[in-house]
């Protein structure tokens, strides 16, 4: 199955991961600073005649709109996702999961994958309805997170949080509501940050299937955090605490 990859983190990354999966490459000509310079050096030294100049009206045929950076590449799919109990399965060490309840837009599921790859997460988990899917925008919000993240897709969430916990994972929900605070939490076991909707929230059955509820303290006038920040906020502390060990 091939996709579609924008800008120039996405199609880096899978440049270093699997440059074989790149099956066209295409760039724009007239963009000649120096982000585009490195980017050729490097493609043309790995892609040679799979790389290709296009105008933007052919780059904007390709991506659907005008931002892709001037870079486009059609690629085969990476097989990075694997079920849940592979996944765990293939952790050395103690699991850090992220659990997203019904994040439906591209640009946020993008943005938690590559905070969840830069807090050392080991695989993020979504539903398979209600949630958005990797596409071209993700892989470009992701910066190459995308390529490298396993993200399960779970046909019933709540089952697969049963899962989780018969597996040893401890599930740490977020609730604005919650009477402890994400740093009232020792994170260093093996445990599942579970995020809501921004707005809604965690579906009812998500909240119950928690072991755990914790807010995000706010003292702004702000109620709540883009999910994203939330998911960086929490994960981040996590990986504070392991450190300490």
Not at 18 to 47: C, H, N, T, W
Not at 158 to 175: H, K, N, P, V, Y
Request: hydrophobic share 40%.
């Amino acid at each position: 199955m091939k996709q579609i990859m924008l800008g120039f983190h996405a199609i880096q990354a899978r440049l270093r991961l699997d440059p074989d999966s790149l099956k066209a490459v295409y760039f724009d000509p007239a963009r000649r600073d120096r982000r585009m310079g490195d980017f050729l050096k490097q493609a043309e030294s790995i892609l040679g005649d799979r790389l290709h100049s296009a105008d933007s009206e052919r780059l904007h045929k390709l991506a659907g709109h005008d931002r892709h950076q001037g870079v486009v590449a059609l690629a085969e799919k990476m097989t990075v996702a694997r079920t849940l109990a592979e996944l765990v399965d293939g952790i050395e060490g103690k699991p850090l999961l992220l659990v997203l309840d019904g994040v439906t837009d591209p640009h946020n599921l993008g943005a938690c994958l590559r905070v969840a790859d830069g807090a050392g997460v080991h695989g993020v988990v979504v539903p398979k309805d209600r949630s958005a899917h990797i596409n071209a925008t993700v892989s470009k919000v992701s910066s190459g997170a995308s390529e490298v993240m396993p993200l399960i897709t779970v046909t019933n969430l709540a089952r697969s949080m049963r899962e989780m916990q018969e597996l040893g994972i401890w599930l740490i929900g977020t609730d604005d509501q919650a009477e402890k605070s994400i740093y009232d939490l020792d994170l260093t076991g093996p445990i599942a940050i579970v995020m809501g909707a921004e707005g809604e929230g965690m579906r009812r059955l998500t909240r119950e299937h928690c072991d755990q509820l914790v807010r995000i303290p706010m003292h702004g006038v702000v109620e709540s955090l883009n999910v994203s920040v939330a998911s960086g906020v929490c994960l981040y502390e996590a990986l504070r605490q392991r450190s300490l060990k």
